[in-house]
């Protein structure tokens, strides 16, 4: 065997490091793989060759900059939720004139305890902890909704348990301090943030480098203690919650943002394919035309479609709320975009099968195609989730108000009471916050499908 044969099969050994291996075909493309520096169950990392002969200094520099960068970034991205929280939590007038600190100011805090407020508001607030923590420990073992295996290990249960009962034990001492204006209040929450943080290291495991797990064990501690003492602790939020009756007009927008985004996903998969597949007369200028009720805004045909429901009599129903937004070209033309990405090859091959257009639809082409209808799906629902002057224009009665409409009767005139409404404002945006880290991945997936051949 020759001497650089090794070399040529990609594999790469520097003193003092650990192996590099990498297939022909990576190698090629100047990639190789270090193993034995993952972390959080993440085995090995891919570097281009190019960084193998750069310094270490450079390397650092480097890394560094990555992180500087994404620093900055997140926040850009959180430091307005920083602020609206801080808003939400401090009445108006006292939070000015104290010079608009950094700071909560005037918090008005719930003389409670863990298990206060029946059994009902404890199982839901055991349940949020653990849920929360379930996930961190899931994605730090490398798994996900579909793959829930690394959750069964014994110390990552055991990290979520004793996480729930940190939190639990010591919630209830922040409350009490906070509301005794106690000077051990800052004492109170560094504990809570300690324990927590302890809990999940056990769950995550100590490993090189050993500052990721030691960050990552903190900020869950850090996130987890203040969600959890502010969402359950603040008086505001059950201001607002109990001053806009958002039960039931959240649960009314759930079902019509259900509704919609149903209704949008089929209707758009069927056209779609309609104009991806299919053979008609005039089929560019139909589809020109189409695409050209994007160029309408809803405030074009508010009057003509106002009118148009009352003569239904669809004013204060659901019908009238989804009906008019039943399909939608965006839709339409996104999922087409990916339909047109299927390789014609297979719908040949389903035609000699004797699938039909349905059977090819359902069984192939959306599938195929399941990224992009994914990331419709959720932009779909933020939209009808989101809905605010169409629901206004054909809701009068108030028993029939979505969250969105009902956000603006919590304030009135009253503007020391202002961050009732905002605290109102975050409790209806949860449920968006919650979908779009859900989706995450399905959303970049689909926007960038097709963005790389090759």
Do not use: C
């Amino acid at each position: 065997m020759p001497a650089d044969a090794g070399t040529e099969a990609g594999a790469v050994v520097t003193a003092g490091a650990p192996a590099a291996v990498a297939s022909p075909q990576r190698a090629a493309e100047g990639e190789v793989t270090l193993a034995g520096d993952g972390v959080l169950g993440a085995p090995s990392r891919s570097v281009a060759a190019a960084e193998i002969g750069k310094p270490w200094w450079r390397r650092a520099l480097g890394l560094v900059g990555q992180y500087a960068v994404l620093v900055v970034l997140a926040t850009i991205v959180l430091l307005p939720l920083v602020f609206t929280v801080l808003q939400a939590l401090s009445p108006p007038f006292p939070y000015i004139n104290q010079g608009k600190p950094l700071h909560p100011v005037a918090v008005e805090w719930k003389d409670r305890t863990w298990i206060s407020g029946g059994l009902a508001s404890t199982v839901g607030r055991t349940l949020v902890v653990a849920l929360a923590l379930a996930w961190v420990q899931l994605k730090a073992g490398g798994g996900s909704v579909r793959h829930l295996a690394p959750l069964a290990s014994p110390r990552r249960l055991a990290a979520v348990v004793a996480g729930v009962v940190v939190v639990a034990a010591l919630a209830g001492q922040v409350w009490t301090a906070a509301v005794d204006r106690s000077s051990a209040t800052p004492a109170w929450w560094l504990a809570a943030i300690v324990g927590v943080a302890a809990t999940q290291l056990v769950g995550i495991g100590v490993r090189r480098p050993l500052w990721r797990p030691l960050a990552l064990a903190g900020l869950v501690g850090v996130a987890v203690t203040a969600f959890t003492v502010v969402a359950f602790g603040a008086a505001v939020f059950n201001r607002g919650w109990d001053q806009g009756n958002l039960g039931p007009a959240m649960g009314r927008s759930l079902v019509i943002t259900v509704l919609i985004t149903v209704a949008q996903v089929l209707t758009s998969i069927l056209a779609a394919y309609a104009f991806a597949f299919l053979r008609f007369p005039a089929k560019p200028l139909v589809f020109a035309l189409f695409m050209g009720t994007l160029l309408l805004p809803l405030e074009v045909t508010l009057l003509a479609n106002v009118q148009t429901i009352r003569e239904l009599g669809w004013i204060n129903s659901n019908a009238g709320l989804v009906l008019p937004f039943g399909a939608t070209a965006f839709g339409t033309f996104l999922i087409r975009q990916g339909f047109r990405g299927v390789p014609p090859e297979i719908q040949d091959a389903t035609r000699l099968d004797g699938y039909g257009h349905m059977g090819f639809l359902w069984r192939f082409a959306v599938p195929l195609t399941r990224p992009v209808i994914a990331s419709f799906t959720v932009i779909s629902a933020l939209g009808a989730w989101n809905q605010y002057l169409w629901p206004q224009a054909v809701i009068d009665d108030s028993r029939y108000e979505t969250a969105q409409i009902a956000l603006k009767s919590i304030v009135g005139t009253e503007v020391a009471n202002a961050n009732v409404g905002v605290a109102a404002a975050l409790i209806v945006a949860l449920p968006v916050v919650l979908l779009l880290v859900a989706f995450q991945r399905q959303i970049i997936r689909g926007l960038t499908a097709g963005a790389v051949k090759g």
